[in-house]
Structure formats: structure tokens, C-alpha cells
């Protein structure tokens, strides 16, 4: 076993990994080992502190206004029906209303309101693609090198390509995360891959477990540290091997699309699912997308993620939730059947908070030691109402964040209520001070 791995130039030197034939797999935060992640000792000679990390989880076509409430605070904080899968840790989160992103208003419906979320940068329409780079590739950009992946960029549903009626490329809409103004984040959609890339799994050794693979020494580490380290370990590795699981399922399903799409006249990217190899119960697909984030903040493999669980204008359909419209056509109808949509994506929120919650850091979680946002990219789908977006935070980024609030900026006038004011205290917390950023060059108060 070694305690390093090269990357990037760097040399982890303080950080705990398992080495199989193609496997690299990086561990938990471990008390009785007195190592983690790329940080050095303090110069006081005492560890430094936990790594902090941001995840963005996006659910398009905005919110049933009726029921996405908040009032009060802390455990006496009430929440409305769509927020009601956030109870057991509401005092966890905060409830964010009235913030907009000056761009994408008044430019013209769905792309135009969503390429642009994660960087306030004004979209140019037509042929030529041209925005800015998102708040999550800044960061990666700046400290990505800290960790093996700088940054993990998921989603659920396929790009689309072409364009809207507005004249905007359709890439907006498939698109949170952009690396240059001018492409977004390759974005990757199948479990099976996401799930090799976090433990750099490869080739024909996929058919073996990783765990098989990093056995003998997962065996020898467990001797050496103390029995509540211990059963951590067997714990992770048990939650690794469940994660494993369910992406082999899925990996045959995506090697049966890729050998029909073979020669034939429709790529993969257009077919939908499950003949394209994506699940077909989009609940399966978005729980394991959460759970491979989860992983990937536990051991440190990356501390940025984006999860676009639907894309702008989502053709998705919920028959599990008795709404006999897509996602797109229900956000127009705003009735019930859409709060329960969107009461369904909060629960997958709700989920990747209490998988971060229940994982232990030092005299924390690592949930502390994150910021997990949820937002869409409208207010009203219905009105196509960019106003005001739908936001949520949840986790106190390393004690930096106060939670169990809601704030309400919507009467604080335009200069005060911008995202990226937002994304400006946000970066600060995350160690990348900027001067300016979109069209913000002051902090949010009160955040």
C-alpha cells in the first residue's frame, strides 16, 4: 500500500490509497492515520484543515411556486410541500430566494436563461457558441490540481443539439458546467463510466471488482489501524461494492446500445432510453449518480461537482408519480403533478445530504465540510419567469457557512441580489478570491 500517488505534477504525500492491478482507490478520512488529502501540516505542526468542497445539483424548467416555500428558522424552520423531503435536515440547510442572474433576463426563453447560470456571462446567439466560464471550472481551473479529478461533471439525461426558436444553441440548455466561453464540460451520463473514472478503472479488468483487485492490501491496512477505523473501511468498502453493482448492470446495458448503434443510421446520443443504455427508471439513475458524488467528496478524489439531473426543455416522464406530462409540458401546467416532480428531485438533494451527513471527518462530517447547492434556472416554467431562481445550500463549507436560515433578498434591490455575488462568497470560501466574477464585483451580504 502507498500513502501517494503522482498526479498532475504533484505528489499527494499525505493521503491514503489502495493499489490493485488498474485500480487506484482512495480512502476515507481515517482517525488513527494521521493523513489527508494534498493539504500540509500548518506551521505550527498541526494537520491542516479538512478539504472543503461545492456540488451544484440543477433541475430545469423552474418550480410550483404554491409549495416551494420556507419560513422561520432552524429546527422550527417550516417548509413547504416541495421541500418537505428536507425536514430531517433542515437545519442543515438554507432556503435562498430572490436571486437572478442579470443575463439571462429578457433574452428569450429556456437556453438563454441556463447556459449562462454558472456564469452570469451574456450568450451569444447563432452559430458561434460564447458565454463564460462556470463558477465550478474557476474553481477547477484554480484548485483542481489538488486533487486526482478536478472536478466531476454528471448529468442524467443526453445533450441535445440544434437550436431553439430563440436562435440559441441548444447546448445552453444540455449545459451547466463550461470550461472555456466557448465549450462546455464533456458530461458524463453513464453510472458505469462515472463509476470507472472515480476508482480508474480500465479495460477488461472491468469485469473483475475492484475490490477483488485491492483485497491483499485492504487486508494489511486493516491490521494496522484502530477497530473504529476499521469497520469504516469495511463500511466503505461495502458501500463501494453496492455502487459496483449496480453500474455493472448498467455497463451492459450501455455495451448492448453501443453494439446497435453500430452501424446504424440513429447515433447512440439520439436514441432515448433504455435503448440508449441509460436506465429506464430515471430513479435508479439519479440515486447512483448521487451516490458516485458521494464518493468522490468521501475520499477526496475531486471536491467540485456538477449533477444535472434534467436538462432545460427535459423530455423525462415520472410515471411513478402519477404526472401524465414530461417535465417540460408540466412545468407549464404548474398544478400539483408538477409539485410533485419537483418534491421528487428535492428527495434526491435530500438523499446526497444526509449519504454526506452519515460520513465521519475528523470531529465533523464531511457534509460540514461541504456546500451542496440545488437550483433551477427559472422561477416559473409556466412564465418562463428568470426573475428569481430557486436556490438552496446546504452544509457549512468548514464552519463558514451558517445554515438553517432563509433569506430572502428579493426586495434588496438588483446590485444586491445577484448569483454571483453568490458564487463570489462562495469561491472566497473555497480559498479563490477574485475581484470580479460575471456581472458581480461585491459579495452577497448575509450569506
Known amino acids: 500500500m502507498s500513502n501517494s500517488l503522482p498526479c498532475n505534477g504533484h505528489q499527494?504525500?499525505?493521503?491514503?490509497?489502495?493499489?490493485?492491478?488498474?485500480?487506484?482507490?482512495?480512502?476515507?478520512?481515517?482517525?488513527?492515520?494521521?493523513?489527508?488529502?494534498?493539504?500540509?501540516?500548518?506551521?505550527?505542526?498541526?494537520?491542516?484543515?479538512?478539504?472543503?468542497?461545492?456540488?451544484?445539483?440543477?433541475?430545469?424548467?423552474?418550480i410550483n411556486q404554491k409549495y416551494w416555500t420556507a419560513s422561520g428558522?432552524?429546527?422550527?424552520?417550516?417548509?413547504?410541500?416541495?421541500?418537505?423531503?428536507?425536514?430531517?435536515?433542515?437545519?442543515?440547510?438554507?432556503?435562498v430566494k430572490g436571486l437572478f442572474n442579470q443575463a439571462a433576463v429578457g433574452v428569450g426563453i429556456h437556453p438563454g436563461m441556463t447556459g449562462n447560470l454558472l456564469s452570469g456571462a451574456p450568450l451569444t446567439k447563432g452559430a458561434e457558441l460564447h458565454g463564460g466560464v462556470s463558477m465550478d471550472q474557476v474553481l477547477a481551473a484554480r484548485i483542481g490540481d489538488q486533487t486526482v479529478q478536478p472536478s466531476m461533471v454528471l448529468g442524467c439525461e443526453q445533450p441535445v443539439t440544434g437550436y431553439h426558436e430563440t436562435n440559441f444553441s441548444m447546448?445552453?440548455?444540455?449545459?451547466?458546467?463550461?470550461?472555456?466561453?466557448?465549450?462546455?464540460?464533456?458530461?458524463?451520463?453513464?453510472?458505469?463510466?462515472?463509476f470507472d473514472s472515480l476508482f480508474d478503472n480500465r479495460g477488461a479488468q472491468r469485469n473483475q471488482s475492484v475490490l477483488d483487485r485491492v483485497k491483499d492490501q485492504a487486508d494489511t491496512l486493516g491490521r494496522q489501524v484502530s477497530a473504529a477505523d476499521k469497520a469504516k473501511i469495511d463500511e466503505y468498502l461495502t458501500s463501494v461494492r453496492e455502487v459496483e453493482k449496480r453500474a455493472e448492470n448498467m455497463r451492459a446495458a450501455k455495451a448492448k446500445a453501443d453494439a446497435k448503434g453500430q452501424g446504424a443510421d440513429i447515433p447512440v446520443i439520439a436514441m432515448k432510453r433504455p435503448e440508449n443504455g441509460l436506465p429506464e427508471d430515471i430513479r435508479e439513475h439519479m440515486r447512483l449518480m448521487c451516490d458516485i458524488v458521494a464518493l468522490g467528496f468521501q475520499t477526496d478524489k475531486t471536491r467540485l461537482a456538477t449533477l444535472l439531473l434534467c436538462r432545460d426543455i427535459s423530455g423525462l416522464v415520472y410515471p411513478f408519480l402519477d404526472a401524465k406530462l414530461a417535465h417540460h409540458l408540466?412545468?407549464?401546467?404548474?398544478?400539483?403533478?408538477?409539485?410533485?416532480?419537483?418534491?421528487?428531485?428535492?428527495?434526491?438533494?435530500?438523499?446526497?445530504?444526509?449519504?454526506?451527513?452519515?460520513?465521519?471527518?475528523?470531529?465533523?462530517?464531511?457534509?460540514?465540510?461541504?456546500?451542496?447547492?440545488?437550483?433551477?434556472n427559472m422561477w416559473s416554467g409556466k412564465n418562463h419567469d428568470s426573475g428569481k431562481v430557486p436556490l438552496l445550500t446546504a452544509g457549512s463549507l468548514g464552519g463558514t457557512l451558517e445554515t438553517g436560515r432563509v433569506l430572502d433578498y428579493l426586495d434588496a434591490g438588483n446590485e444586491n441580489r445577484k448569483l454571483c455575488s453568490l458564487y463570489l462568497s462562495l469561491m472566497d470560501r473555497m480559498g479563490v478570491k477574485l475581484d470580479k466574477f460575471g456581472d458581480a464585483d461585491a459579495?452577497?451580504?448575509?450569506?
Open 330 to 376: 408540466a412545468s407549464h401546467e404548474d398544478d400539483d403533478a408538477f409539485m410533485r416532480i419537483n418534491k421528487y428531485y428535492v428527495s434526491q438533494y435530500a438523499y446526497l445530504i444526509q449519504k454526506l451527513a452519515a460520513m465521519k471527518e475528523g470531529e465533523g462530517t464531511v457534509l460540514d465540510n461541504s456546500c451542496i447547492v440545488f437550483m433551477s
Open 73 to 95: 428558522a432552524g429546527a422550527e424552520m417550516q417548509l413547504g410541500e416541495s421541500l418537505a423531503p428536507l425536514e430531517p435536515v433542515k437545519t442543515k440547510i438554507n432556503y
Open 171 to 194: 447546448a445552453y440548455s444540455s449545459h451547466i458546467s463550461w470550461q472555456t466561453p466557448t465549450s462546455p464540460v464533456p458530461m458524463e451520463v453513464y453510472p458505469s463510466l462515472a
Open 12 to 62: 499527494f504525500t499525505r493521503r491514503r490509497f489502495l493499489h490493485g492491478a488498474g485500480v487506484v482507490m482512495a480512502l476515507p478520512w481515517l482517525e488513527s492515520l494521521p493523513v489527508w488529502g494534498a493539504e500540509p501540516m500548518t506551521k505550527q505542526g498541526t494537520p491542516a484543515a479538512s478539504p472543503k468542497r461545492l456540488a451544484v445539483m440543477f433541475m430545469a424548467n423552474g
Open 443 to 447: 459579495r452577497l451580504a448575509g450569506i
